[in-house]
């Protein structure tokens, strides 16, 4: 993998708009105004920008010259400057600005300072007082070194006061700017050199021997250390372990490795990260979070969900970790969000990233507790066909509309909502399982649960876990976790909007193995990923297992519709001129044909309609003409002109009657 990197050439050309050589030098963009014969900036949407020498007194300004903003308009009214599109405001040395702005009053207004680019973009809106004040802006966090930010915005008064969502009838302000500097920009002389990133192998396993340079480093209340007393059945030949007290909030966790900025701990191949974990409870979340220690909103977190005592864990980033970005950092959270936490201490050892190999937890990664292990009598399961239908009389199904609580496992955890309601149309099958994704990113359903010990839902006849899936939006992860005991498995598919059937076959997955008598089916749906503002629906039906069968969907017919009238393309509307018909838009299941009719009409009519031409449009068809071009003959002389399509497939038909010709053939 590679990334790319600055370096800086001498002697290189400078740009600027209104700067001198010499202030070039120490701030490679940037403009105080003086020496600005007129305006050389844009103004955009309702904003009207001048040059001044009379701009109010206060500090933030030198004397001379300033801009003068009269905001008004949009809410995001502005003026910006444009440099070379081969140039960049900011770089990776420094990604910073400073701004001098003027405000009219003491409203909690905002200033935007933004950066754009082709196909980039970074907002910051700052909140601001009442007079002058110099603005220090950072873009580090969320600047792509693969684009130039060649746009610079100003936006006052951004989205009316208080930054927030501007309605209508923006009132008049007026501010003052002056003293505008990026010193960390560059320019197209500056040469991006690709320089590889690197992947080390790390075992963190807290012995005299560990060479991953781990430091730990605990935050939010959380307090751990290095010990020898690690309860019995923990990585073989270990004499090491790391005990973390957690605390309130539920944030609460610790750092256990920072790499250089440019090493990434997981790599293609070597997307898991492996770590021996004691919990002194189940049921609680697990989390391992990789982050960048440049940018910080480069993170990506992966969850697990507690068993009682040693088990080996596997994180695994595939969905969410770009391989395009460094994580040089991470953290583990113990009982993550929990409203209270154990006072039981956690204990993990043997953390491995990008393919290192940690021991094993003794007995195997079987068992909890203290290890032992030892077979399964698989003769003491069974393997029943088992199909989730959410209708009436599924009383297994019935489960799955609840909280998952200990008493009831089965049901929607993460803070998500399970109802059973009428599946929305094409599934055809009656009921579903409807799940509001509006807690955790990792808002799911245990959907099929044992208690009795006695059932298993795979086996080395049926790997197979299908279901008929609704997903609101389009290449929606979709994941499904088997579970027995501390053992797990796990298989992502990647949904289309609307209603597909998904089959996961486990004898694909990595560590599922037909001698575990896997107790539990687990789905989460658009996996890990965050919630939206206004949570998603997702729909769950004939859930199958053990060799049941997941009835096929099908599609409810629909009949042709037109979403965008029938309209007609005029070059010269003269007889011998040939205009042509577009058909519109349709909707409709199936195949869709298609029919073209003309008229000409002696009144004109100003709105399409789903028709033929009523009597006052005083219309008569063109014998004939059927296809989507036509050529004016010397009878449409002094007439409008129009033309009818018909689209139909296996339910019906539907018409959709152009507009007329805006004037008269001549």
Same mark, same amino acid.
């Given at each position: ?11 290189l ?7 001198s ?6 701030s ?11 305006y ?5 949407d ?8 009379d ?7 030198? %004397? ?7 905001n008004q308009?949009a ?5 910006k400057?444009?440099?070379?599109a ?6 990776n ?13 003491a409203?909690?207004r ?7 680019? !082709? ?12 007079? &002058?004040?110099?603005?220090s ?14 746009v ?6 951004f989205?009316?006061v208080?930054?927030?969502?501007? #309605?209508?009838?923006k ?5 003052y ?9 560059r320019?197209?002389?500056? !040469? ?10 790390a075992?963190?396993n807290?012995?005299s ?5 781990y ?12 010990? *020898?007393?690690?309860?019995? @059945?923990?990585?073989?030949d %270990?004499?090491k372990?790391?005990?973390?007290v957690?605390?309130?909030?539920g944030?609460s966790?610790?750092t256990?490795?920072?790499?250089? #900025? ?14 021996n974990?004691?919990s ?10 990789l982050?960048?220690?440049v940018?910080?909103?480069?993170? !990506?977190?992966v ?6 005592? &040693?088990? *080996? ?5 595939t ?10 950092? =991470? ?14 201490p &956690? ?17 195997g990664? *079987?068992?909890? @507790?203290?290890?032992g292990?030892g077979?399964?009598?698989?003769g ?6 088992t ?14 509309? =609840? ?19 009428? =599946?929305?149309?094409?599934? #055809? ?7 509001t ?12 649960v044992?208690?009795s010990?006695?059932i ?16 609101a939006?389009a ?5 499904v ?17 609307g209603?597909?059937?998904? #089959?996961?076959d486990?004898? *694909? ?19 890990q ?23 096929s969907?099908?599609?409810t ?5 037109? %979403?965008?009238?029938?309209?007609? %393309? ?20 199936g195949?869709?044909?298609?029919k073209v ?8 009519a100003?709105?399409?309609?789903s028709?033929k031409?009523?009597?006052?449009s005083?219309c008569?068809a ?8 036509y ?36």
């Amino acid at each position: 993998m590679f990334r790319k990197v600055l370096a800086i050439c001498l002697a290189l050309p400078l740009f600027s708009i209104g700067i001198s050589v010499a202030q070039a030098a120490s701030s490679p963009w940037s403009e105080n105004f003086d020496s600005m014969q007129s305006y050389s900036g844009t103004d955009f949407d309702g904003n009207t920008t001048s040059l001044v020498s009379d701009q109010p007194a206060g500090e933030g300004f030198t %004397s001379g010259q300033a801009i003068k903003m009269d905001n008004q308009g949009a809410a995001w009214a502005g003026t910006k400057f444009i440099l070379p599109a081969t140039s960049s405001a900011i770089s990776n040395a420094n990604a910073t600005a400073s701004i001098s702005v003027y405000s009219p009053d003491a409203l909690d207004r905002c200033f935007m300072l933004k950066l754009e680019g !082709v196909g980039a973009a970074i907002e910051r809106p700052v909140h601001v007082t009442q007079g &002058w004040q110099t603005l220090s802006i950072s873009y580090a966090s969320s600047y792509d070194q693969t684009k130039n930010y060649n746009v610079i915005a100003l936006m006052p008064n951004f989205a009316a006061v208080g930054c927030g969502n501007f #309605n209508s009838g923006k009132a008049l302000t007026t501010w003052y700017v002056d003293n505008i500097s990026f010193p960390g920009a560059r320019n197209a002389a500056e !040469v991006i050199i690709p320089e590889e990133r690197s992947t080390p192998q790390a075992l963190i396993n807290f012995e005299s021997s560990d060479s991953s340079g781990y430091s730990v480093i605990d935050f939010g209340g959380n307090h751990s250390s290095v010990v *020898t007393d690690a309860p019995e @059945g923990g990585s073989i030949d %270990s004499t090491k372990a790391l005990k973390v007290v957690t605390a309130a909030p539920g944030w609460s966790g610790t750092t256990l490795i920072k790499k250089s #900025n440019m090493a990434s701990l997981i790599s293609l191949g070597a997307m898991g990260v492996k770590a021996n974990i004691y919990s002194p409870v189940a049921g609680k979340i697990l989390m391992i979070k990789l982050e960048s220690l440049v940018h910080p909103s480069q993170i !990506v977190e992966v969850r697990q969900t507690s068993v009682v005592g &040693w088990k *080996t864990y596997t994180f695994d980033f595939t969905v969410g970790g770009n391989l395009d970005l460094d994580y040089p950092m =991470a953290s583990i959270f113990f009982d993550f969000d929990g409203s209270s936490k154990t006072t039981d201490p &956690w204990y993990v050892d043997d953390i491995s990233f990008n393919g290192a190999h940690g021991a094993a937890i003794v007995g195997g990664d *079987t068992g909890g @507790g203290s290890g032992g292990g030892g077979s399964i009598d698989l003769g003491l399961y069974t393997s029943p066909s088992t199909l989730l239908t959410f209708e009436p009389e599924d009383e297994l199904g019935a489960l799955t509309a =609840a909280e998952a609580l200990p008493e009831h496992p089965q049901g929607v955890f993460g803070g998500g909502v399970g109802q059973i309601v009428s =599946a929305p149309k094409d599934s #055809n099958h009656g009921n579903a399982l409807a799940i509001t994704k509006s807690g955790a990113q990792w808002t799911g359903v245990n959907a099929i649960v044992d208690q009795s010990g006695s059932i298993r839902y795979t086996d080395e006849v049926n790997s197979n876990v299908s279901f008929n899936f609704y997903s609101a939006k389009a290449n929606s992860p979709t994941a499904v976790q088997l579970f027995q005991g501390e053992a797990m498995v796990e298989l992502i598919q990647y949904a289309p909007l609307g209603w597909s059937t998904l #089959n996961f076959d486990f004898a *694909t997955a990595p560590g599922w193995s037909s001698g575990t008598p896997y107790d539990k089916v687990v789905i989460f749906p658009d996996f890990q990923i965050p919630v939206s503002d206004i949570p998603d629906i997702y729909y769950i039906d004939d859930v199958s297992v053990n060799g049941a069968t997941t009835t096929s969907i099908v599609p409810t017919a629909v009949k042709p519709s037109s %979403s965008k009238a029938a309209v007609i %393309s005029v070059k010269k509307l003269k007889v011998g001129s040939v205009i042509s018909a577009g058909r519109g838009t349709w909707t409709g299941s199936g195949s869709i044909s298609y029919k073209v009719s003309w008229y000409r009409c002696a009144n004109k009519a100003a709105t399409a309609i789903s028709a033929k031409p009523n009597s006052a449009s005083k219309c008569v068809a063109i014998a004939g003409q059927k296809s989507t071009s036509y050529k004016l003959t010397k009878a449409d002389k002094g007439k409008y002109i129009r033309v009818l399509v018909k689209a139909t497939n296996s339910v019906g038909s539907a018409l959709s009657l152009s507009k007329s010709t805006s004037g008269k053939v001549s």
